[in-house]
C-alpha cells in the first residue's frame, strides 16, 4: 500500500467552525490532490498541488482552501464549515501527475458538520 | 464537458457468475480510463487502466476490461465473481489536464 495517511480519520463539528484536514506521504510523490466523496456522486476533485506551495482548483473548491508547506503534507481547510461540506474526504497522491501515473488514495476522512 | 456514466447503481449476482460493469464516457478525444475499487470503510484501489493499444485490458484480481471507442465504452468483466468482490467500484477517466473525472460508481452485491 501507498505510505499515505489523513488525520483525522473522522470528525463532527459545527456549523460556522473552520476545519482542517491533513494528509501525509511518505512517498516523496510531487502530485497531491483532495478529492470528496457522496452519494451518488462519486468522487469529485476539489483542489490538488503539483508540488510545494503549487495548488490549483478543482471542480468543487468553493468553501476550501489548501497549503502545501512540505513535500509529504497537504492541509485542505475548510474555512467556515458547512452542512453541505458533511462527507467522506480523501487524499490521493501520484508520483509525476501525468494520467499514466496511478493515482493511490488514502483511507478517508468522514467529516460530519452539525 | 467531460464526463462518465456508470448507468448500473447497483448490481447483484450469484456468487460463481459472470460480470459485467458498465462505463460509457465523454470526452473531446480518448481519454485515458481506469477501474477502481472501494471496499466499505476504504480508499480507493486501482484495478486497471488504459492509455493505448489493445483494447483488451487485464487487472488485478481476475478483472479486465475492454475499451470500445465506437460505443465510447470502458466495461469491466469479471467471469466469475467471488464473495469478495463485494464493494464500490468506480470508473474514471482522465484528459491532458492531468484531472479524473470519477462516475457515480456501482455498488456490486454477491449471493452466497
Known amino acids: 500500500d501507498a505510505g499515505i495517511t489523513q488525520s483525522p480519520r473522522h470528525k463532527v463539528t459545527e456549523t460556522g467552525t473552520p476545519v482542517t484536514l491533513r494528509c501525509h506521504q511518505t512517498e516523496n510523490h510531487r502530485y497531491m490532490y483532495w478529492y470528496r466523496q457522496d452519494p451518488g456522486h462519486g468522487l469529485r476533485l476539489i483542489h490538488y498541488s503539483y508540488g510545494v506551495k503549487d495548488t490549483d482548483k478543482g471542480e468543487v473548491s468553493d468553501g476550501y482552501s489548501v497549503s502545501r508547506s512540505k513535500t509529504e503534507d497537504f492541509l485542505l481547510t475548510l474555512e467556515s464549515a458547512t452542512s453541505s461540506q458533511t462527507s467522506v474526504y480523501f487524499c490521493?497522491?501520484?508520483?509525476?501527475?501525468?494520467?499514466?501515473?496511478?493515482?493511490?488514495f488514502g483511507p478517508g476522512t468522514r467529516l460530519l458538520v452539525l | 464537458a467531460q464526463s462518465v456514466t456508470q448507468p448500473d447503481i447497483h448490481i447483484t449476482v450469484s456468487e460463481g457468475a459472470s460480470l459485467e460493469l458498465r462505463c460509457n464516457y465523454s470526452y473531446g478525444a480518448t481519454p485515458y480510463l481506469f477501474w477502481y475499487v472501494q471496499s466499505p470503510g476504504q480508499g480507493l484501489q486501482l484495478l486497471l487502466k488504459?492509455?493505448?493499444?489493445?483494447?483488451l485490458v487485464q487487472g488485478i484480481k481476475g478483472f479486465e476490461a475492454e475499451f470500445k471507442r465506437s460505443q465510447s465504452s470502458f466495461n469491466l468483466r469479471k467471469p466469475s465473481v467471488h464473495w469478495s468482490d463485494a464493494a464500490e467500484y468506480f470508473c474514471a477517466a482522465g484528459g491532458s489536464n492531468y484531472k479524473l473525472t470519477f462516475g457515480k460508481g456501482t455498488l456490486l452485491t454477491v449471493n452466497p
Open positions: 490521493a497522491i501520484s508520483e509525476s501527475g501525468g494520467l499514466r501515473e496511478t493515482q493511490y
Open positions: 488504459y492509455f493505448s493499444g489493445d483494447t
